[in-house]
């Protein structure tokens, strides 16, 4: 996919992944390196909580979860620091964008959703569902329905969000071993890396289908 100015779109990085979300599909691209600024940034977080540039909702951005300093924001492609976000969920993992350019933060017991260049939640995603522990890992967006899929922390399924809103998602298992991250093609096709061992292994869940398949 090639890369170009969204306009007022979103950028997401876990786990050395950068994610296009503006739509489509998610692939991993290079990410720029935050690490100079990491000290300065935990710093100012300890000052100051969540902060944004007003500049910030008109400017593309990528968006860096750590679990020391929250959610950092850079604008895309300077890598000037424009905000900080420390009220997402607890040990935020993972993130996605849906075509609005907002942001999807996963973590414990729920998933939040932040507007482009906004500080405060606009809405969560939780299993009210289910009374085992909701650690959500990584999560994608449909670009054909708006869908949201996230990957359940050290489990083989992913619980899948309608419209990416709302309280009792599907859940989607799969036999074969435990899901980590999670993408959608641009036909609205699901897939997972999972771990089995020590052996590796793509599997896909077809649009419209309720049954997991192996890739590779």
Not at 72 to 90: C, E, Q, T
Not at 118 to 124: D, Q, R, V
Not at 162 to 184: D, E, I, L, N, Q
């Amino acid at each position: 996919m090639k890369l170009s100015r969204f306009g007022r779109c979103a950028l997401s990085v876990s786990a050395a992944a950068l994610l296009a979300g503006c739509g489509g599909a998610q692939p991993p691209i290079g990410a720029p390196d935050a690490t100079p600024q990491s000290r300065a940034i935990a710093a100012h977080t300890e000052r100051s909580g969540s902060w944004m540039l007003p500049e910030a909702k008109s400017e593309d951005l990528l968006y860096v979860t750590t679990e020391l300093a929250g959610i950092y924001v850079f604008d895309y492609p300077s890598g000037k620091l424009v905000g900080i976000i420390i009220n997402g969920p607890a040990s935020p993992e993972g993130l996605c964008t849906d075509r609005a350019g907002d942001v999807f933060v996963t973590g414990e017991f729920k998933i939040t959703e932040f507007a482009h260049g906004g500080t405060n939640p606009i809405a969560t995603l939780t299993d009210d569902d289910t009374s085992d522990y909701f650690d959500t890992y990584d999560c994608a967006i449909d670009p054909v329905n708006g869908n949201l899929a996230a990957t359940v922390l050290d489990s083989a399924h992913v619980a899948v969000f309608p419209h990416a809103r709302g309280h009792h998602p599907t859940h989607y298992y799969a036999p074969y071993a435990v899901m980590f991250h999670c993408g959608y093609d641009d036909k609205g096709n699901l897939f997972t890396d999972e771990f089995l061992g020590h052996k590796k292994y793509i599997a896909e869940l077809p649009a419209g289908s309720g049954t997991f398949k192996l890739v590779k």
